[in-house]
């Protein structure tokens, strides 16, 4: 299937059960969900997923069970990325043997790197596996995928998309590259930015809670309905700003269980969202789904 071109990426969150280990078949109940919303593609093992607090083991099952799930009814990008480079080449053998449609590669973190050890890494990996590769140019590592390194990268056609964290950038990457390179944004709020400077959508971690009010984001902007565009991206903007305002991804995976699918609790040292802020959050959900009826009523009326 390859990386989708653009729309609404789902990072899936890792459901863990009360005893902390993963809960496979909610990981399976929460892909099927998905399938119909009009979400483009579905993504395991990013930071939404938890990726850096499973084993490789656990990481391989979650590989499993979201294409098992997913069953081709929609492509699946695999995170690979690991302070590890055997860890991150043996998961990429393995999700290319599994079937995925791409690599989602953060930039190696922790050491800071050079701009040529920055672009070797993903040149090493791009030749080792057939799949597409989305880099993730994330505010976590330290070491910033500039558009010069990213212009070697699409050049040696080493990445086919981009997730970018930095999105004061994100505007020059997609003129650089226009279509020959997938451009998402890494922070929901961004979205109807990001496709007005030129990108094509987003790997939207509130997609657990709320796909269908992403996906219509999308849908308004291509239609050039621009008024409801801004309508919906200003309706959904205090779920995400509510969600980041906590240990990261804390309150998506208490989202996902608040909308109806298995989030479950985080593993330490982040420690899950108390029975106070959930509530806040339960109502927050509450009003953003009000704004968005409000929305639709609105547009059913005209």
């Not at 997913?70 to 393995?94: N, Q, S």
């Not at 094509?200 to 709320?210: I, K, P, Q, S």
């Not at 996906?215 to 200003?234: F, M, S, T, Y």
């Not at 608040?258 to 609790?265: E, F, I, T, Y």
Request: glycine content about 8%; charged content about 20%; hydrophobic content about 45%.
């Amino acid at each position: 299937m390859g990386i989708p071109k653009g729309g609404i990426i789902v990072p899936l969150v890792t459901p863990f059960d009360s005893e902390n280990e993963v809960d496979l078949d909610g990981l399976g109940a929460n892909v099927d969900s998905l399938i119909t919303t009009g979400v483009t593609g579905l993504m395991c093992l990013a930071t939404t997923g938890e990726a850096q607090s499973l084993n490789l083991r656990e990481r391989k099952s979650v590989v499993e069970v979201t294409l098992a799930a997913a069953d081709e009814k929609l492509p699946v990008i695999v995170g690979v990325g690991h302070t590890d480079v055997r860890e991150t080449h043996e998961l990429a053998e393995f999700a290319t043997q599994l079937g995925a449609a791409g690599l989602f590669v953060i930039t190696p973190y922790f050491y800071r790197y050079s701009a040529e050890q920055h672009a070797r890494y993903f040149e090493s990996l791009a030749q080792r596996v057939e799949l597409p590769i989305m880099a993730y140019n994330s505010t976590y590592t330290g070491t910033p995928l500039t558009p010069d390194i990213v212009d070697r990268l699409v050049e040696s056609s080493s990445i086919a998309a981009i997730k970018d964290g930095n999105q004061a950038q994100v505007g020059e990457i997609a003129r650089r590259f226009d279509d020959q390179l997938g451009v998402f944004c890494a922070r929901d709020v961004y979205l109807l930015e990001t496709l007005a400077s030129g990108g094509h959508g987003a790997v939207a971690f509130a997609a657990n809670a709320l796909p269908e009010a992403l996906v219509a984001i999308v849908e308004a902007w291509i239609e050039g309905d621009v008024e409801r565009a801004r309508a919906l991206q200003w309706a959904i903007n205090p779920l995400v700003n509510h969600l980041v305002s906590f240990t990261f991804p804390s309150a998506v995976k208490a989202v996902t269980d608040l909308a109806g699918r298995v989030g479950g609790p985080t593993r330490e040292p982040i420690t899950p969202v108390g029975a106070e802020d959930r509530a806040a959050l339960d109502a927050t959900l509450a009003e953003v789904k009000r704004s968005l009826d409000g929305l639709e009523r609105r547009v059913a009326s005209t």
